[in-house]
């Protein structure tokens, strides 16, 4: 019977120490999906109450608070550009020939009738200054085991200021999370999935948004090129380079 309970309580210690904490887990996560650059070649398509359209962009982005984005189909949308510096974002319109910087409440806005939001689209940061982790359970999803976090906003400021994410165990990518308002009201939720191994690190090729508050089926993120790490001309983030 000694034995017995002390196997058992090796088999627990062992369980217990086999976990990794919130703040080690989104640790990883940021280590995984981060990079000094990144460029991009993806289409968007937009499942809406009315129907589907798709929209084609590339993208370069450094570090946190730099990113470019140019559309370049279909025709309609081609030459629409935004710039991302810091907090601030602009916005050219070739069919205007204007620059609007998107400032306040227009940042809660939906991108081109998208699930998201202008706020969503400038939204880099890692999760390990922005919220406080804690492991709540654990899930299978696209037959891969998952750590279940919750994470808790450290200032008011956050768009979400509740995340529920399910993240691989072996990999650490996000395949699941939902978005929660203070109030705990759910506002969107994602799917991840497609993931493949880039340089070093494994990244989620498709994304799927819901915004709960909207009819329509979602909008699909799907990346069809993606490179990290390398150089970027200095003057792409530019509001030069808008126009």
Known sequence: MKTFFSLLIICLTTSLFSQPSGKEIINLIDKNLSAKTRIASARMIINGARGSRTIEFKTWAEGE?????EYTNPAREKGTKMLKLEDKLWIFSPSTDRIIQ?????????????????????????????????????????NRKCWILQLNALAEGEAYQVRKIWVDQERYVPLREELFAKSGKLLKRTQLSEVEKIQGRWFPMKIVYKDMLKQG???????????LDELIPENIFSKASLK
Do not use: N, P
Not at 217 to 227: A, H, I, K, R, Y
């Open 65 to 69: 608070d730099k990113s470019f984005t």
């Open 102 to 142: 998107i400032t306040g409440q227009m940042l809660r806005q939906s991108v081109m009738g998208s699930d998201l939001s202008y706020e969503d689209m400038m939204e880099d940061a890692d999760l390990t200054s922005h919220y406080s982790a804690s492991v709540t359970g654990s899930d299978t999803l696209q």
């Open 217 to 227: 089926d979602g909008t699909q993120f799907v990346f069809e090129t993606l490179s």
